[in-house]
């Protein structure tokens, strides 16, 4: 089981819980996974960025929905990055082989780290989740993923123009949706963005994250 990482307060906490177990949990890993999950309340809005109505996936891995064959990476390109539906997300993907990534930052804001990761990083950190083939943890970075155009996504072989694009003509990956290959993969769901790289992972929204 993962070892919780709470730091809002008991009461907000049994809320929070309550509330994913209602949406099915699609951002927790089942059981006999191993994983963190560091969450922090946040005050509601009229917009949240990805309101929790996602379905289930087992072991926190992103499930086996159909996936469009737009969507999966392969001869013309290994690499993809897009936006969630609500913008706040950004993400990149690149499935070369051992030197599989995939990374996610959220647009604005941050969420609390342990202590031992942050004191060890000299850049930002708490905006940005990483996996690749050693693991998924909390990016240490000093930049920020871009989203690939419409028309780069288009002509890079993953993406179609039904699946939607944002107001600055960023490629968009919609609600159910998923890209890459048998090996890495990231999977957009209303309840955040998923991604993994063999068999860890992690799923991020804009309150809480979770690793395996």
């Not at 996936?67 to 070369?96: E, F, Y």
């Not at 609600?175 to 090996?183: I, K, L, M, P």
Request: with cysteine; aromatic share 4%; hydrophobic share 35%.
């Amino acid at each position: 089981m993962r070892t919780p990482r709470l730091l809002s307060s008991a009461v907000a906490v049994s809320a929070l819980v309550l509330a994913l177990t209602a949406c099915g949990g699609a951002d927790e890993p089942g059981d006999g996974a191993s994983g963190t999950t560091v969450t922090v309340t946040t005050q509601a809005t009229s917009s949240p960025a990805e309101p929790a109505t996602g379905t289930s996936s087992a072991a926190g891995q992103p499930s086996q929905s159909a996936i469009p064959s737009a969507n999966r990476l392969g001869q013309d390109t290994a690499d993809a990055s897009w936006v969630s539906p609500s913008g706040k997300i950004v993400c990149t993907l690149s499935t070369q082989g051992p030197e599989a990534l995939a990374r996610c930052d959220l647009r604005s804001g941050a969420l609390p780290v342990p202590a031992d990761l942050k004191d060890g990083c000299e850049f930002d950190m708490g905006a940005s989740m990483v996996v690749d083939a050693q693991g998924a943890r909390p990016g240490c970075v000093s930049d920020a993923v871009t989203a690939q155009s419409a028309t780069q996504a288009q002509d890079a072989g993953w993406w179609t123009a039904e699946l939607g694009s944002s107001a600055q003509d960023e490629a968009v990956l919609p609600y159910e949706h998923s890209v890459g290959t048998d090996q890495a993969e990231c999977e957009s769901r209303s309840t955040g963005m998923t991604c993994r790289v063999g068999d860890h992972g992690f799923t991020i929204n804009d309150s809480s994250y979770t690793t395996w």
